[in-house]
Structures are given as structure tokens and as C-alpha cells.
């Protein structure tokens, strides 16, 4: 036995966006084993790209060859078992499947390496040394995982190779630049997800830069949260997850605050004076047009929808898409209660009712939600009883068996290397926005982002997003607020 505890949350990840039935998903993990090479004396960029691929690779695949001479390599074993005690950790691998770290040659496999605020992977052994830089490493370890996944998945050839400056999304600016000792000042960090644990996990490695972070997060770590939440051992569940973050924080150089509530319960106590910068990730769109309709002086956003990821930075008096212009109800994002609608079939009214006060559908509403799921009506008796929440949530979550039919319906779980990715930009954004000397050589563009993570990475990420018509940054009133509070 070696699939994760957590396999249902793999499943609903990986089966909602391949459309693998639950009996091939598990298949085709257990006959695969990726392997992690690492070359010896890995140098500060090495360690964090290994340390990084054996955790994505071990919330996966429940196969693992961990191989090295270097003492690193059996704490990398440690770790991956630490985050599924079940995996099995095998000799060897072929390259096809395996991601190489450092001096060390693998034919067929994947080099990931990083220098300054470069991001790379190769298809043949890098040369060695970087200027160390803990997001680009971090970068270029979940683009690695990545090409992995569509080469096992989807059967992809080897890709091009990647050169990603995480400054301007060109190939190589601040390829030389080192970190520096820079405060970024105080932050309100909202959302400990799966995207705010990649953004934590690279901060916890930024050993320089300066500054205040206040965590907000009211949930604890469950089981499922597992599948990609980079913070999280299997020994983390049912801790507090803004706790889980501080902890990792400890040798960081940012000084960390927590309160284990939402923004919306935190926000009374601001008695307290409002810090200049917010950065979001949480999992809803009220929270996010809360956050901008707070007005603080600079919004960065860090997310994952359908297949896609992404991170924005805005200062609402510049004259480009405010963060609530992103999250305008005609846009993106459904809630839960729309999403379970539409998954069976109901009138929203209906579904928002059922929600509320946690009723199970009827004989004839189940009957009909499993004709839209395209599953035999025996499928859903299991769940007659249950709240429609739970229903959803285990659609969701893989634990009812659909066909192809229906998984296009629903919410598709994100894939831990896209959650990661998502994460890694936004703290990049907020490092970027906040010390004015990358600033200054930083893209302008408000939206970076990569549109289908089963296809290649993208030529171009970058996004100018115009206001929208009707969003509060066009409104005199919210305008002379923020220009009267932050003297701009
Ligand atoms: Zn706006």
C-alpha cells in the first residue's frame, strides 16, 4: 500500500482534470515511479529545488527513487514520508520519469535550476552556481513537476526549454541581482491555503528580506488539504493553519503575527492602524472585493481557477484593473452553492435553500442530479440522507465514481504544482511591489498568468487588465478616500 491516505483529494485533483476513472488513476500511480537525482555538494538554489520536488512529488506519486550520495538525500527520504507515511521509496527510475537536481546526469530527464530571479528547466545538465534566490529555485522546481505530470498523464514529448525571469517574464532580467536586506514593510497575509502555503514555504527560505506579515486564516489543516498544501506532514492535521505557517517562518528575516480568523471578523478590530499592503489568497470572491473595498495601498493576489493560475498586483489610483475589478460578479467565480446548481441540475434558489438548512435532495432531485452527472441513480443512494453540501463536496472531492459525462460540471480541485506555482508568484509580487528597485524593472502589467496547466508553460504571462465599468475604482468618492489615506 503505498497511495496516499489523502488518495480520494488526489483523485478528485487529478480525475477532474484527465477524466481518469478512480481504478486507472490509482493503476497508473502505482506503476509509476518518479525518480528525484541529485548530484553531489548541491549548492543553496539545489537544496531548495530538491527539497521542494520530493514535497510536490510526494503529495502525488506513491512511488519515489530518491537517489544521491549526499547526506541531504536521506532527510529528503524523511520528508517525503513525513508527508505520506505510506509511500515507497524504491532504488531507480528511468529519466522520462525523473527530475534532476545539481551535477548529476540522467538521459531523458528534467533539469530544473534557478539563478537570481531566473527560473529554468532543461532537458540536459545545467551549469552550476545561481545567485541563490529562494522563489526562483521554488519556481523552477514546481515547473519541473509540472512538465512531469503531462509527460506520465498525458503522454507529452519533452518540452522546450524554460528560461522565466520572475521580475518581467522575459528570459533573464535579474538573472545577477541578489536579494537584499529590503523591508517590504507591514502586510496583511489573508488565506493560509494551498496558495498561501507555497508563497509561506518560499518566504520561509528568504533568509534577507525584512518586514511585518500578519497571517489570517480561521480554518485548521484537514486530511484532504494534504494533496497540496506544502506547509503540511501527514502529523499536521487538525492544526491550526496560520499556527502551521508561523512555524515554518521561524528562520525567515520577516517578523510573523497570527489571528485565526477571516478578513471579514478581523476587520471590527481595526482599531489597529491599517497596514499599507494586503495579500490575498483566499478561496472565495467576497473575500477578495472585501479586501479591496478596504482600501488598503497595494492589493497582490495570488490564485488557481479551472486549469489556470495566477497573481495580480493593484494600487487602486493607477489606472489599470483594481482587485475587485477582477472578481466583478459577471466574472470569474461561481459560489459553492452556484456550483452545486449547476453540478445537479437545480435552480440556484433551490440549491441555496437546501444549503442553508443542510437538507438532503429528494427521491426525484437525486434522480435527476445523476442523469446530469451522467451516473447510473444507484451511484448517489449512498448520499440520500446527507446534507447537499456533503454531496457536492465529495463530487468534488472524487468520492462519488463519475463518468467523463459529468466531471466538466463541477469544480476541478487544483493540482499541487499549480497551487504551488500560483503561491510562489504571489510572494514574488509582493517582494516586487514593495521594494522600489525591482519595482522599477518589474513588468507593468496588473495579471500575470498561465491558462492551461496541462499544456506546456506559456510564451507570454503577462495580462494588462483595463478597469471595469461599474467597479468601485471608478467611482470620485472611493478614489479621494484612498488618495486622502495613503497621500498619493
Ligand atoms: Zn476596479
Given at each position: 500500500m503505498a497511495l496516499a491516505p489523502f488518495f480520494d483529494r488526489i483523485y478528485g485533483a487529478v480525475g477532474m482534470h484527465l477524466s481518469v476513472s478512480r481504478e486507472n488513476l490509482s493503476s497508473s500511480l502505482e506503476s509509476t515511479v518518479v525518480g528525484i537525482h541529485c548530484g553531489p555538494n548541491l549548492n543553496p538554489n539545489e537544496r531548495i529545488i530538491a527539497e521542494l520536488t520530493v514535497n510536490l512529488a510526494a503529495r502525488l506519486y506513491p512511488k519515489l527513487a530518491i537517489i544521491g550520495q549526499d547526506v541531504d538525500v536521506e532527510w529528503l527520504k524523511s520528508l517525503a514520508l513525513e508527508i505520506n507515511p505510506d509511500i515507497e521509496i524504491v532504488a531507480n527510475a528511468i529519466g522520462e520519469t525523473s527530475i534532476c537536481v545539481g551535477s548529476t546526469n540522467v538521459e531523458g530527464a528534467i533539469y530544473p535550476s534557478a539563478s537570481g530571479w531566473v527560473a529554468r528547466v532543461s532537458h540536459q545538465p545545467p551549469l552550476s552556481g545561481g545567485i541563490e534566490n529562494p522563489y526562483a529555485a521554488s519556481a523552477a522546481s514546481a515547473l519541473a513537476c509540472s512538465e512531469l505530470f503531462r509527460r506520465i498523464f498525458l503522454h507529452s514529448k519533452q518540452e522546450p526549454d524554460l528560461s522565466i525571469s520572475l521580475?518581467?517574464?522575459?528570459?533573464?532580467?535579474?538573472?545577477h541581482l541578489e536579494l537584499t536586506t529590503e523591508s517590504i514593510g507591514d502586510v496583511l497575509f489573508v488565506g493560509v491555503g494551498a496558495v498561501g502555503n507555497a508563497a509561506i514555504w518560499a518566504m520561509s527560505k528568504d533568509e534577507k528580506t525584512r518586514g511585518t506579515l500578519t497571517l489570517l486564516d480561521n480554518e485548521t489543516v484537514t486530511l484532504?488539504?494534504?494533496?497540496?498544501?506544502?506547509?503540511?506532514?501527514?502529523?499536521?492535521?487538525?492544526?491550526?493553519k496560520v499556527e502551521l505557517a508561523a512555524s515554518a517562518m521561524q528562520h525567515s528575516a520577516l517578523s510573523v503575527l497570527t489571528s485565526q480568523s477571516t478578513l471579514e471578523e478581523f476587520?471590527?478590530?481595526?482599531g489597529w492602524v491599517q497596514p499599507p499592503t494586503t495579500c490575498i489568497s483566499v478561496d472565495n470572491v467576497n473575500g477578495r472585493r472585501v479586501a479591496q473595498a478596504l482600501l488598503p495601498k497595494l492589493v497582490i493576489n495570488g490564485w488557481t481557477g479551472e486549469g489556470a493560475l495566477g497573481a495580480s498586483w493593484h494600487e487602486f489610483s493607477r489606472n489599470a484593473a483594481c482587485l475587485a475589478c477582477l472578481y466583478q460578479p459577471h466574472g470569474q467565480g461561481l459560489s459553492a452553492t452556484q456550483q452545486a446548481a449547476r453540478a445537479f441540475g437545480l435552480l440556484e434558489e433551490r440549491a441555496a435553500t437546501l444549503w442553508v438548512t443542510r437538507a438532503p435532495l429528494s427521491n426525484d432531485e437525486r434522480k435527476a442530479a445523476a442523469k446530469v452527472l451522467g451516473v447510473k441513480p444507484a451511484v448517489l443512494k449512498?448520499?440520500?440522507?446527507?446534507p447537499i453540501g456533503e454531496l457536492y463536496t465529495d463530487v468534488v472531492c472524487g468520492?462519488?465514481?463519475?463518468?467523463?459525462?459529468?466531471?466538466?460540471r463541477v469544480e476541478v480541485v487544483p493540482l499541487a504544482h499549480q497551487s504551488v506555482l500560483a503561491g510562489i508568484l504571489m510572494a514574488v509580487e509582493l517582494l516586487k511591489r514593495c521594494q522600489p528597485e525591482l519595482a522599477s524593472i518589474s513588468q507593468p502589467e496588473t495579471l500575470i498568468s498561465?491558462?492551461?496547466?496541462?499544456?506546456?508553460?506559456?510564451?507570454n504571462w503577462k495580462k494588462p487588465r483595463p478597469r471595469e465599468n461599474g467597479c468601485i475604482c471608478g467611482d470620485q468618492v472611493y478614489q479621494s478616500v484612498y488618495r486622502e489615506k495613503w497621500l498619493v
Amino acid at each position: 500500500m503505498a497511495l496516499a491516505p489523502f488518495f480520494d483529494r488526489i483523485y478528485g485533483a487529478v480525475g477532474m482534470h484527465l477524466s481518469v476513472s478512480r481504478e486507472n488513476l490509482s493503476s497508473s500511480l502505482e506503476s509509476t515511479v518518479v525518480g528525484i537525482h541529485c548530484g553531489p555538494n548541491l549548492n543553496p538554489n539545489e537544496r531548495i529545488i530538491a527539497e521542494l520536488t520530493v514535497n510536490l512529488a510526494a503529495r502525488l506519486y506513491p512511488k519515489l527513487a530518491i537517489i544521491g550520495q549526499d547526506v541531504d538525500v536521506e532527510w529528503l527520504k524523511s520528508l517525503a514520508l513525513e508527508i505520506n507515511p505510506d509511500i515507497e521509496i524504491v532504488a531507480n527510475a528511468i529519466g522520462e520519469t525523473s527530475i534532476c537536481v545539481g551535477s548529476t546526469n540522467v538521459e531523458g530527464a528534467i533539469y530544473p535550476s534557478a539563478s537570481g530571479w531566473v527560473a529554468r528547466v532543461s532537458h540536459q545538465p545545467p551549469l552550476s552556481g545561481g545567485i541563490e534566490n529562494p522563489y526562483a529555485a521554488s519556481a523552477a522546481s514546481a515547473l519541473a513537476c509540472s512538465e512531469l505530470f503531462r509527460r506520465i498523464f498525458l503522454h507529452s514529448k519533452q518540452e522546450p526549454d524554460l528560461s522565466i525571469s520572475l521580475l518581467d517574464f522575459g528570459s533573464n532580467a535579474g538573472e545577477h541581482l541578489e536579494l537584499t536586506t529590503e523591508s517590504i514593510g507591514d502586510v496583511l497575509f489573508v488565506g493560509v491555503g494551498a496558495v498561501g502555503n507555497a508563497a509561506i514555504w518560499a518566504m520561509s527560505k528568504d533568509e534577507k528580506t525584512r518586514g511585518t506579515l500578519t497571517l489570517l486564516d480561521n480554518e485548521t489543516v484537514t486530511l484532504s488539504n494534504l494533496q497540496r498544501y506544502v506547509l503540511a506532514a501527514y502529523s499536521d492535521v487538525s492544526k491550526i493553519k496560520v499556527e502551521l505557517a508561523a512555524s515554518a517562518m521561524q528562520h525567515s528575516a520577516l517578523s510573523v503575527l497570527t489571528s485565526q480568523s477571516t478578513l471579514e471578523e478581523f476587520t471590527p478590530l481595526l482599531g489597529w492602524v491599517q497596514p499599507p499592503t494586503t495579500c490575498i489568497s483566499v478561496d472565495n470572491v467576497n473575500g477578495r472585493r472585501v479586501a479591496q473595498a478596504l482600501l488598503p495601498k497595494l492589493v497582490i493576489n495570488g490564485w488557481t481557477g479551472e486549469g489556470a493560475l495566477g497573481a495580480s498586483w493593484h494600487e487602486f489610483s493607477r489606472n489599470a484593473a483594481c482587485l475587485a475589478c477582477l472578481y466583478q460578479p459577471h466574472g470569474q467565480g461561481l459560489s459553492a452553492t452556484q456550483q452545486a446548481a449547476r453540478a445537479f441540475g437545480l435552480l440556484e434558489e433551490r440549491a441555496a435553500t437546501l444549503w442553508v438548512t443542510r437538507a438532503p435532495l429528494s427521491n426525484d432531485e437525486r434522480k435527476a442530479a445523476a442523469k446530469v452527472l451522467g451516473v447510473k441513480p444507484a451511484v448517489l443512494k449512498p448520499w440520500r440522507n446527507k446534507p447537499i453540501g456533503e454531496l457536492y463536496t465529495d463530487v468534488v472531492c472524487g468520492a462519488v465514481p463519475l463518468d467523463i459525462g459529468g466531471a466538466g460540471r463541477v469544480e476541478v480541485v487544483p493540482l499541487a504544482h499549480q497551487s504551488v506555482l500560483a503561491g510562489i508568484l504571489m510572494a514574488v509580487e509582493l517582494l516586487k511591489r514593495c521594494q522600489p528597485e525591482l519595482a522599477s524593472i518589474s513588468q507593468p502589467e496588473t495579471l500575470i498568468s498561465w491558462d492551461d496547466i496541462l499544456r506546456p508553460a506559456p510564451k507570454n504571462w503577462k495580462k494588462p487588465r483595463p478597469r471595469e465599468n461599474g467597479c468601485i475604482c471608478g467611482d470620485q468618492v472611493y478614489q479621494s478616500v484612498y488618495r486622502e489615506k495613503w497621500l498619493v
